[in-house]
Structures are given as C-alpha cells and as structure tokens.
T-cell receptor, first 111, second 113 residues
Framework: EDKVVQSPLSLVVHEGDTVTLNCSYE??????LLWYKQEKKAPTFLFML????IEKKSGRLSSILDKKELFSILNITATQTGDSAVYLC???????????FGKGTSLLVTP | GAGVSQSPSNKVTEKGKDVELRCDPI?????LYWYRQSLGQGLEFLIY????????KSGLPSDRFSAERTGGSVSTLTIQRTQQEDSAVYLC???????????FGQGTRLTVV
C-alpha cells in the first residue's frame, strides 16, 4: 500500500528562523511529488518534483527530491507569520489515479 | 474560469437528507479529484475522473456516496441520507492530466445536524 509520511506533525518557530519539513514515501511506480500550503480551506500548489537532486525554488521556499532514499524536504528561510499554515505533501504514481496525501505539518510562526 | 469553482461554499443539512456538491474545474483540465477533509485530519481521497475513462471510485466510503462528471467538465458529488460523520470539508481539484499539479477549489464545508 502506498504511504506518505510527513514530519514533524507540528512546529512552532520564531519569525526569521529557517525550517525544514520532511516527507518520506513508499509508492509503486512513482511519478511525482507535490507540496501544498493549506491556510484555510483550499490547499495551494507550491512545487511539483519529478527528478532527484534538482532544487525547485520560489522566493524563500525551496524543495528537493531524493528518489533513492524516497524523501523530499521543503525549506522555508527567514520565516514570516504569513508562512503559518499546514504544509501537505502528496505523491502521484503512474499505476494509480489518486494523489496520496500525507497528514501534513502544521507550522506556526510567532512574531 | 480562472480557477476551480465549488458550490455551495457552506451547507448545513439535517441528518437523513440528500446533498449535492458541485465542482467546476479549470477549463481544459481532464483530471478531476474529490477529497474530503475532516477536522484536524489529512485529505481523504474519494473519487477520480480522467477524461472518458471509468472513474476510480475506490475511495468512496459507502454506497451513500456517488459522483458523476458530465461532458468531461462539471462534477457533482451526491451524498444520500447524510449522517453526522459526513460533516467535513469536501475539496475538488483538477489537473491537466494525472500526476501533474492539481489545483484545488475553495471547498464546501458540509455540516450535518
């Protein structure tokens, strides 16, 4: 059975800190790994990763995938209170249809 | 439209009633997903449509749940004889094809009283 595990489950940091969120997975016939940010209802798309070792970057957020060790990390540098959200990792395979989501990491950035 | 549109945004219904939730995906997106998120929980897959292929219904929790997608575009999720445990946010997402970035609607918050 496909599995996506995120850690930590929750995290509290001070503004300006750097955080690293983890996502490990077991999936048959891997296709892609996606990161989302969920603040209220709708998750918003951050990154899609398909190749190992290639960093995706958007402002203070970056992510990288390791297909050998089956994990991805999401880094946020110089955190701001607006980064407070649940960060979701999802994995897609070529042999299944659904995006398989982890339970998320709840990040709280305090002033 | 510019994004995935869901309606209604909120729905309160009495236990035992039927409800219909609507999703209008991004134009041209062939893949459409329904997920459910209960309070404090992760996203639970319900059903997936891809083009004209038979939908993957493996996530539907019971036969009270059904969904259809008309003309490869708008989708409706129907819950019959609602129960209190059906209370959740129902999220719809679409993507250009399977495995690519899926874009979510704002969801429908369903409360069964």
């Amino acid at each position: 059975e496909d599995k996506v595990v995120q850690s930590p489950l929750s995290l509290v940091v001070h503004e300006g800190d750097t955080v690293t969120l983890n996502c490990s997975y077991e999936v048959t016939n891997f296709r892609s790994l996606l990161w989302y940010k969920q603040e209220k209802k709708a998750p918003t798309f951050l990154f899609m990763l398909t190749s190992s070792g290639i960093e995706k970057k958007s402002g203070r957020l970056s992510s990288i995938l390791d297909k050998k060790e089956l994990f991805s990390i999401l880094n946020i540098t110089a955190t701001q209170t607006g980064d407070s959200a649940v960060y979701l990792c999802a994995v897609a395979s070529n042999s299944g249809y659904a995006l398989n989501f982890g339970k998320g990491t709840s990040l709280l950035v305090t002033p | 439209g510019a994004g995935v549109s869901q309606s209604p945004s909120n729905k309160v219904t009495e236990k035992g009633k039927d409800v219909e939730l609507r999703c209008d995906p991004i134009s041209g997106h062939t893949a459409l997903y329904w997920y459910r998120q209960s309070l404090g929980q992760g996203l639970e897959f319900l059903i997936y449509f891809q083009g004209n292929s038979a939908p993957d219904k493996s996530g539907l929790p019971s036969d009270r749940f059904s969904a259809e997608r008309t003309g490869g575009s708008v989708s409706t999720l129907t819950i019959q004889r609602t129960q209190q445990e059906d209370s959740a946010v129902y999220l719809c997402a679409s993507s250009p094809e399977t495995g690519l970035g899926a874009f979510f609607g704002q969801g429908t918050r369903l409360t069964v009283v």
